[in-house]
C-alpha cells in the first residue's frame, strides 16, 4: 500500500471526528492535533504541516455549511481540500507531440530510480499506443547497460548501447539518432547517477541536454529522503528546468508524504509515482484521486459530491420565490447571476428531484443575453421588476432609450421572462408545490452515506 501508514493515520483521525458526538471547536482541534502527528511522522516538512492544519481549522469552524449537509461532511471535505492543495492541484501530463520523435533525458542521483523507472514509463507509454525505445546512456557504473537492457527486454521494449562506449555524451547521441531514424516516437535516455558528487552529476546532464536537446527532463527522486527529496529538485531544476518529476519508493516508506508534499512545493510537477519494484509500480500522479485513496474512505466520493450538490443549490430566496410560485425578473436575473445561465434552472429542478428537461430554447437565449439583460433592468424602475406585467408599450421604448438597446432586446426579456415563469408554473402544477432540500420543514432528514454520521 502507497504510504500506508500515513493514510491509515489520517483514515482514523477522519473518522474519530465522524464518530464524535458533537463537530464543535474541541472536536476540530482533536482533529487538527491527530492531523499533525500523523503529517509530522511521515515527515511532511513542519510549517507546512502547521499551516496547512491552521487553515483546515479556520476553514472548518468559521464557513458557512451550505443547506442539506453537516458541519461534519463539511470539515471532511476541507481536510481532503487542504491535503490535496499541498500535493500541488494540477494534474501535468507528459509532454508529447504525436507525430514525431519525443526525446526524455531521465536525471537523477545514485539509486533514485532512473533505469528501472524509465522501463515502467517506457511499459506505459507502450500500453498507451507509442513506439518506444531507451538508450543506454550510463557509462559509468559497469554493468548499466546490462541491467536496463535486461528490463527492457523482459517488458520487450527495444535498448540500445554500447557497453564498451565510454563517453556518455556520444553514447546518448548515438541512441538518439538511432531512434530518430527510427521515427520511434519515445526515446527515453537513462544516465548515471553518482553519490555525492551532484555538481558532477548536474553538469553531465546539462552536456548532454546540449547534445540531444530533450523534448523533457525527467528527474527521478527517491521518496524514502522525505522532505530532503526538494533539496534535489531545487539544485536540479536550478540547473536547467525540470520538465518531469517521478518520486520513487513510495512503497512502505514512511516518509513518503514529506518527499511528496516538499517536492509539490518546490512547483516542480510529479508527473508520476513509483510503487514497487516491479515493471508494472508506476501510476500516474493525480493529487485529488492520490488524497482519495489515500484517506481510504469508501464511500468518500459520494460524501463528497454531496457536499458539492449542496454547496451548488440555488440561494434560498430564489427557492422561496419558487415554491411561493411569484418569479419575478430580479428573481430570474439573480439567478442566473449567481448560476452563470438559464441552464441552471436545470440544476435547481434535478436537485427538486424533479427530472424535467429545461427547452433548449431557454438555455440558449439566456446565455448570450445575460448582459444586455443586466443593462436593461437597470433602466427598469423597482415596480417593473416585480411586476412585469406593467411593461408595456410606452416602457418598452423608455427602458429601450434608458439602456441604450432596441425595443425588441426589452421584449426578448419579457419573454424570456414568460417562457421560464410558465416553465416553472407547469411543474409547480404537476408536482402539487416544489420541494426544496435543506428548506426547514419542506423535506426528512436526508440519508448519509454510511460511516459520515
Ligand atoms: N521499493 C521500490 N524500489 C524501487 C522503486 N523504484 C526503483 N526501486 C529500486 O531501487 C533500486 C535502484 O534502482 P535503479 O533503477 O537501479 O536506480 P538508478 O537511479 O538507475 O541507479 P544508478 O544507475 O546506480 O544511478 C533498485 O533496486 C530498484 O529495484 C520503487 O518504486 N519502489
Ligand atoms: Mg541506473
Not at 507525430?99 to 530510480?113: C, E, H, M, W
Request: proline share 4%.
Amino acid at each position: 500500500m502507497v504510504l500506508g501508514k500515513l493514510g491509515s493515520a489520517l483514515h482514523q483521525a477522519v473518522q474519530k471526528l465522524l464518530r464524535s458526538a458533537v463537530v464543535d471547536e474541541k472536536a476540530v482541534k482533536e482533529l487538527v492535533k491527530d492531523l499533525q502527528r500523523a503529517l509530522l511522522q511521515a515527515d511532511v516538512n513542519v510549517h507546512l504541516v502547521m499551516d496547512l492544519t491552521k487553515r483546515i481549522e479556520e476553514r472548518s469552524l468559521k464557513e458557512a455549511v451550505a443547506p442539506g449537509i453537516s458541519r461534519r461532511e463539511y470539515v471532511v471535505k476541507v481536510v481532503y481540500e487542504e491535503l490535496t492543495s499541498i500535493l500541488g492541484q494540477k494534474v501535468v501530463p507528459l509532454k508529447f507531440t504525436p507525430g514525431k520523435s519525443n526525446i526524455y533525458l531521465v536525471v537523477g542521483i545514485q539509486g533514485s530510480g532512473k533505469t528501472t523507472n524509465i522501463v515502467k514509463l517506457g511499459r506505459l507509454l507502450k500500453k498507451e499506443g507509442h513506439s518506444i525505445g531507451v538508450v543506454a546512456a550510463d557509462t559509468f557504473r559497469p554493468g548499466a547497460y546490462d541491467q536496463l537492457k535486461q528490463l527492457a527486454d523482459r517488458a520487450e521494449i527495444p535498448c540500445f548501447g554500447d557497453s564498451k562506449e565510454k563517453d556518455s555524451i556520444k553514447a546518448a547521441k548515438k541512441g538518439v539518432k538511432h531512434y530518430q531514424s527510427q521515427k520511434t516516437e519515445v526515446i527515453l535516455v537513462d544516465t548515471a547517477g553518482r553519490h555525492k558528487d551532484e555538481k558532477g552529476l548536474i553538469r553531465e546532464m546539462q552536456q548532454i541536454a546540449k547534445a540531444i536537446k530533450p523534448d523533457e527532463i525527467i528527474l527521478v527522486v527517491d521518496g524514502t529522503l522525505g522532505q530532503q527529496a526538494s533539496t534535489q529538485a531545487e539544485a536540479f531544476n536550478a540547473a536547467t528546468p525540470i520538465g518531469s518529476i517521478i518520486v520513487t519508493k513510495l512503497d512502505g516508506s514512511a516518509r513518503g508524504g514529506g518527499a511528496l508534499s516538499a517536492v509539490a512545493a518546490t512547483g516542480a510537477p510529479i508527473k508520476y509515482i513509483g510503487t514497487g519494484e516491479k515493471t508494472k509500480d508506476l501510476e500516474k500522479f493525480q493529487p485529488t484521486k492520490f488524497v482519495g485513496q489515500l484517506l481510504g474512505m469508501a464511500d468518500f466520493e459520494s460524501l463528497l459530491q454531496k457536499v458539492k450538490d449542496a454547496e451548488a443549490m440555488p440561494d434560498k430566496d430564489l427557492a422561496k420565490a419558487l415554491l411561493s410560485g411569484k418569479f419575478t425578473l430580479k428573481d430570474m436575473m439573480g439567478q442566473m447571476e449567481a448560476m452563470g445561465n438559464v441552464g441552471s434552472i436545470q440544476k435547481i429542478l434535478s436537485m427538486l428531484g424533479l427530472g424535467y428537461k429545461v427547452p433548449d430554447e431557454l438555455k440558449e437565449v439566456a446565455s448570450e443575453n445575460l448582459e444586455k439583460w443586466k443593462v436593461i433592468m437597470k433602466s427598469m424602475t423597482e415596480e417593473e421588476l416585480e411586476n412585469p406585467k406593467l411593461i408595456r408599450s410606452s416602457r418598452t421604448q423608455r427602458i429601450a432609450r434608458g439602456s441604450g438597446t432596441q425595443p425588441k432586446d426589452v421584449k426578448e426579456l419579457l419573454k424570456q421572462y414568460q417562457q421560464s415563469k410558465k416553465f416553472i408554473k407547469t411543474i409547480r402544477k404537476r408536482r402539487g408545490g416544489l420541494k426544496i432540500p435543506g428548506m426547514p420543514g419542506m423535506i426528512g432528514d436526508q440519508k448519509l452515506p454510511r460511516g459520515t454520521r
